[in-house]
Protein backbone atom coordinates (compact mmCIF):
# COMPACT_ATOMS: atom_id res chain seq x y z
CA UNK A 1 0.00 0.00 0.00
CA UNK A 2 2.89 2.11 0.99
CA UNK A 3 4.70 1.50 -2.60
CA UNK A 4 1.79 2.47 -4.36
CA UNK A 5 0.97 5.36 -2.98
CA UNK A 6 4.40 6.59 -3.32
CA UNK A 7 4.96 5.55 -6.46
CA UNK A 8 1.56 7.00 -7.87
CA UNK A 9 2.20 10.72 -7.49
CA UNK A 10 5.80 10.34 -8.60
CA UNK A 11 4.62 8.64 -12.07
CA UNK A 12 2.27 11.33 -12.90
CA UNK A 13 3.41 13.04 -15.85
CA UNK A 14 4.55 16.37 -15.32
CA UNK A 15 4.28 19.24 -17.50
CA UNK A 16 7.22 21.44 -18.35
CA UNK A 17 6.88 25.48 -16.98
CA UNK A 18 7.88 26.30 -20.43
CA UNK A 19 5.05 24.49 -21.79
CA UNK A 20 2.42 26.36 -19.49
CA UNK A 21 4.05 29.71 -19.88
CA UNK A 22 3.16 29.13 -23.91
CA UNK A 23 -0.02 28.16 -22.89
CA UNK A 24 -1.16 30.99 -20.95
CA UNK A 25 0.57 33.61 -23.70
CA UNK A 26 -1.62 31.67 -26.44
CA UNK A 27 -4.92 32.09 -24.38
CA UNK A 28 -4.03 35.54 -23.75
CA UNK A 29 -3.60 36.49 -27.36
CA UNK A 30 -6.43 34.65 -28.77
CA UNK A 31 -8.64 36.72 -26.28
CA UNK A 32 -6.84 39.54 -27.17
CA UNK A 33 -7.86 38.79 -30.84
CA UNK A 34 -11.68 37.67 -29.99
CA UNK A 35 -12.25 41.08 -27.73
CA UNK A 36 -10.56 43.54 -30.30
CA UNK A 37 -12.43 41.88 -33.72
CA UNK A 38 -15.92 42.55 -31.70
CA UNK A 39 -17.50 45.88 -32.71
CA UNK A 40 -17.26 48.71 -30.87
CA UNK A 41 -13.43 47.88 -29.28
CA UNK A 42 -11.89 50.73 -31.60
CA UNK A 43 -9.35 51.26 -28.68
CA UNK A 44 -7.98 47.61 -28.87
CA UNK A 45 -7.16 46.45 -31.90
CA UNK A 46 -6.79 43.06 -32.93
CA UNK A 47 -3.16 40.90 -32.26
CA UNK A 48 -2.72 40.62 -36.03
CA UNK A 49 -2.93 44.64 -36.60
CA UNK A 50 -0.95 45.32 -33.52
CA UNK A 51 1.74 42.92 -34.91
CA UNK A 52 1.50 43.71 -38.04
CA UNK A 53 1.96 47.59 -36.99
CA UNK A 54 4.90 47.20 -35.22
CA UNK A 55 6.59 44.80 -37.89
CA UNK A 56 6.37 47.63 -40.29
CA UNK A 57 7.35 50.07 -37.19
CA UNK A 58 10.50 48.38 -36.88
CA UNK A 59 11.16 47.26 -40.23
CA UNK A 60 11.10 51.40 -41.22
CA UNK A 61 13.46 51.74 -38.58
CA UNK A 62 10.64 54.21 -37.10
CA UNK A 63 10.29 53.30 -33.46
CA UNK A 64 14.19 51.88 -33.78
CA UNK A 65 15.78 55.07 -33.50
CA UNK A 66 13.49 56.77 -30.86
CA UNK A 67 14.37 53.61 -28.90
CA UNK A 68 17.80 53.53 -29.05
CA UNK A 69 18.32 57.30 -27.60
CA UNK A 70 15.73 56.32 -25.31
CA UNK A 71 18.87 53.78 -24.08
CA UNK A 72 21.24 56.22 -23.89
CA UNK A 73 19.63 58.23 -21.27
CA UNK A 74 18.89 55.33 -19.79
CA UNK A 75 22.51 54.03 -19.67
CA UNK A 76 23.69 57.39 -18.52
CA UNK A 77 21.39 57.65 -15.77
CA UNK A 78 22.12 54.18 -14.67
CA UNK A 79 25.79 55.02 -14.46
CA UNK A 80 25.06 57.91 -12.57
CA UNK A 81 23.02 56.36 -10.16
CA UNK A 82 24.95 53.21 -9.64
CA UNK A 83 28.15 55.66 -9.33
CA UNK A 84 25.79 57.78 -6.20
CA UNK A 85 24.41 54.43 -5.13
CA UNK A 86 26.76 52.46 -4.26
CA UNK A 87 28.59 55.61 -2.74
CA UNK A 88 25.72 56.78 -0.76
CA UNK A 89 24.63 52.84 0.57
CA UNK A 90 27.92 52.03 1.45
CA UNK A 91 28.24 55.03 3.56
CA UNK A 92 24.77 54.55 5.38
CA UNK A 93 26.18 50.78 5.89
CA UNK A 94 29.31 51.76 7.20
CA UNK A 95 28.62 54.52 9.65
CA UNK A 96 25.54 55.19 12.03
CA UNK A 97 25.79 58.93 12.01
CA UNK A 98 25.12 58.93 8.32
CA UNK A 99 22.22 56.34 8.28
CA UNK A 100 20.62 58.31 11.07
CA UNK A 101 21.03 61.45 8.77
CA UNK A 102 20.30 60.19 5.86
CA UNK A 103 18.42 57.08 5.84
CA UNK A 104 14.99 58.83 6.75
CA UNK A 105 15.74 61.26 3.76
CA UNK A 106 16.62 57.87 1.23
CA UNK A 107 13.30 56.24 2.56
CA UNK A 108 10.85 59.40 2.36
CA UNK A 109 12.33 59.85 -1.28
CA UNK A 110 12.09 55.98 -2.84
CA UNK A 111 8.74 56.05 -1.60
CA UNK A 112 7.60 59.85 -3.48
CA UNK A 113 6.10 59.82 -6.96
CA UNK A 114 9.14 60.81 -9.02
CA UNK A 115 6.70 62.19 -12.00
CA UNK A 116 5.57 65.17 -9.24
CA UNK A 117 9.33 66.58 -9.55
CA UNK A 118 8.66 67.19 -13.08
CA UNK A 119 7.67 71.07 -12.63
CA UNK A 120 10.83 71.70 -10.46
CA UNK A 121 13.12 69.69 -12.64
CA UNK A 122 11.95 71.41 -15.86
CA UNK A 123 13.20 74.82 -14.19
CA UNK A 124 15.91 74.08 -12.29
CA UNK A 125 17.60 71.68 -14.68
CA UNK A 126 15.78 72.31 -17.86
CA UNK A 127 13.60 70.21 -20.53
CA UNK A 128 16.67 68.43 -22.35
CA UNK A 129 18.84 66.46 -21.99
CA UNK A 130 20.37 66.90 -18.23
CA UNK A 131 16.58 66.84 -17.17
CA UNK A 132 15.77 63.43 -18.58
CA UNK A 133 19.40 62.12 -17.18
CA UNK A 134 18.24 63.79 -13.73
CA UNK A 135 14.59 62.57 -13.71
CA UNK A 136 15.86 58.87 -14.41
CA UNK A 137 18.30 58.95 -11.78
CA UNK A 138 15.43 60.10 -8.84
CA UNK A 139 13.70 57.24 -10.45
CA UNK A 140 16.17 54.45 -9.74
CA UNK A 141 19.31 56.21 -7.08
CA UNK A 142 16.89 55.01 -4.23
CA UNK A 143 16.42 51.25 -4.98
CA UNK A 144 19.99 50.99 -5.42
CA UNK A 145 20.81 53.26 -2.31
CA UNK A 146 18.53 50.55 -0.20
CA UNK A 147 19.98 47.35 -1.20
CA UNK A 148 23.96 48.51 -0.64
CA UNK A 149 22.80 49.59 2.47
CA UNK A 150 21.56 46.44 3.21
CA UNK A 151 24.31 44.34 2.03
CA UNK A 152 27.21 46.04 3.89
CA UNK A 153 25.31 45.72 7.08
CA UNK A 154 24.96 42.27 6.58
CA UNK A 155 28.50 41.66 6.02
CA UNK A 156 30.23 39.82 9.16
CA UNK A 157 31.66 41.99 11.87
CA UNK A 158 33.75 38.95 12.88
CA UNK A 159 35.17 38.86 9.36
CA UNK A 160 35.68 42.88 9.46
CA UNK A 161 37.24 42.31 13.03
CA UNK A 162 39.36 39.76 11.96
CA UNK A 163 40.77 41.99 9.38
CA UNK A 164 41.63 44.71 10.87
CA UNK A 165 43.40 42.49 13.92
CA UNK A 166 45.90 41.67 11.06
CA UNK A 167 46.51 45.16 9.73
CA UNK A 168 44.24 45.71 7.40
CA UNK A 169 43.45 49.48 6.30
CA UNK A 170 40.05 50.82 6.18
CA UNK A 171 40.42 51.02 2.62
CA UNK A 172 41.51 47.30 2.60
CA UNK A 173 38.86 46.12 4.33
CA UNK A 174 35.98 48.05 2.30
CA UNK A 175 37.33 46.60 -0.85
CA UNK A 176 38.16 43.20 0.06
CA UNK A 177 36.05 42.44 2.37
CA UNK A 178 32.86 44.71 2.67
CA UNK A 179 31.88 44.90 -0.90
CA UNK A 180 32.68 41.88 -2.22
CA UNK A 181 30.30 40.66 0.69
CA UNK A 182 28.18 42.67 0.11
CA UNK A 183 27.98 42.08 -4.52
CA UNK A 184 24.80 40.07 -4.11
CA UNK A 185 22.31 42.61 -3.02
CA UNK A 186 24.63 45.27 -5.20
CA UNK A 187 23.22 42.85 -7.91
CA UNK A 188 19.84 42.93 -7.31
CA UNK A 189 19.58 46.46 -6.62
CA UNK A 190 21.35 47.45 -10.06
CA UNK A 191 19.09 45.15 -11.60
CA UNK A 192 15.66 46.79 -10.03
CA UNK A 193 17.48 49.99 -11.05
CA UNK A 194 17.85 49.23 -14.82
CA UNK A 195 14.42 48.44 -15.01
CA UNK A 196 12.74 51.61 -12.86
CA UNK A 197 15.81 53.58 -15.00
CA UNK A 198 13.46 52.90 -17.99
CA UNK A 199 10.54 53.79 -16.74
CA UNK A 200 11.99 56.95 -15.64
CA UNK A 201 13.23 57.49 -19.19
CA UNK A 202 9.80 56.90 -21.34
CA UNK A 203 8.28 59.23 -18.38
CA UNK A 204 10.48 61.97 -18.73
CA UNK A 205 10.01 61.75 -22.42
CA UNK A 206 6.14 61.59 -22.23
CA UNK A 207 5.99 64.28 -19.49
CA UNK A 208 9.25 66.35 -19.58
CA UNK A 209 10.20 66.92 -22.64
CA UNK A 210 8.44 65.06 -25.88
CA UNK A 211 11.22 63.40 -27.40
CA UNK A 212 12.43 59.56 -28.64
CA UNK A 213 10.47 56.92 -27.65
CA UNK A 214 7.72 59.69 -25.81
CA UNK A 215 7.42 61.02 -29.28
CA UNK A 216 6.78 58.06 -30.87
CA UNK A 217 3.73 57.17 -28.47
CA UNK A 218 2.35 60.59 -28.06
CA UNK A 219 2.43 61.26 -31.46
CA UNK A 220 0.51 57.87 -31.88
CA UNK A 221 -1.81 58.54 -29.06
CA UNK A 222 -2.57 62.05 -30.69
CA UNK A 223 -3.87 60.48 -33.85
CA UNK A 224 -5.39 57.50 -32.35
CA UNK A 225 -3.30 55.55 -34.33
CA UNK A 226 -4.15 52.37 -31.32
CA UNK A 227 -2.19 49.38 -33.41
CA UNK A 228 0.74 52.21 -33.12
CA UNK A 229 0.31 53.00 -30.04
CA UNK A 230 -0.36 49.62 -28.30
CA UNK A 231 2.40 47.87 -30.76
CA UNK A 232 5.02 50.57 -29.07
CA UNK A 233 4.02 49.84 -25.87
CA UNK A 234 4.43 46.23 -26.55
CA UNK A 235 7.81 46.70 -28.09
CA UNK A 236 9.24 49.21 -25.33
CA UNK A 237 7.90 46.11 -22.65
CA UNK A 238 10.12 43.63 -24.62
CA UNK A 239 13.59 45.71 -24.66
CA UNK A 240 12.48 46.07 -20.62
CA UNK A 241 12.36 41.92 -20.49
CA UNK A 242 15.56 41.69 -22.57
CA UNK A 243 17.41 44.13 -20.12
CA UNK A 244 15.97 42.53 -17.29
CA UNK A 245 16.94 39.24 -18.50
CA UNK A 246 20.21 40.43 -19.40
CA UNK A 247 20.99 42.08 -15.66
CA UNK A 248 19.48 38.93 -14.83
CA UNK A 249 22.43 37.04 -15.83
CA UNK A 250 25.02 39.32 -14.84
CA UNK A 251 23.82 38.77 -11.49
CA UNK A 252 24.14 35.06 -11.62
CA UNK A 253 27.87 35.51 -12.83
CA UNK A 254 28.50 38.25 -10.12
CA UNK A 255 27.31 36.22 -7.37
CA UNK A 256 29.06 33.04 -8.54
CA UNK A 257 32.31 35.33 -9.12
CA UNK A 258 32.18 36.94 -5.73
CA UNK A 259 30.56 34.39 -3.62
CA UNK A 260 30.84 31.04 -4.78
Known amino acids: MTGASAVGPA ?4 VPRIAWQLISVAAFLALWQVYGSLPGTFAIPTVTETVAQLAKDVASGAIIAPMLSTLVSTATGMLVASVVGIVVGSAIGLSEWVRDAVEPIVNALNAAPMAMLIPVIGIYIGLGFQGRVFLIVMWCVFVIIVNVAAGVRAVSANLV ?19 PSA ?19 IAAELLLSVVDTGKFLRQAGALFAMPRLIGGIIFVTLVGLVLLWLAELVERRLVRRWNP
Open 11 to 14: SRPR
Open 161 to 179: ETARSFGASRRMTYFGIVL
Open 183 to 201: VPYLAVGLRLGLGRALRGA
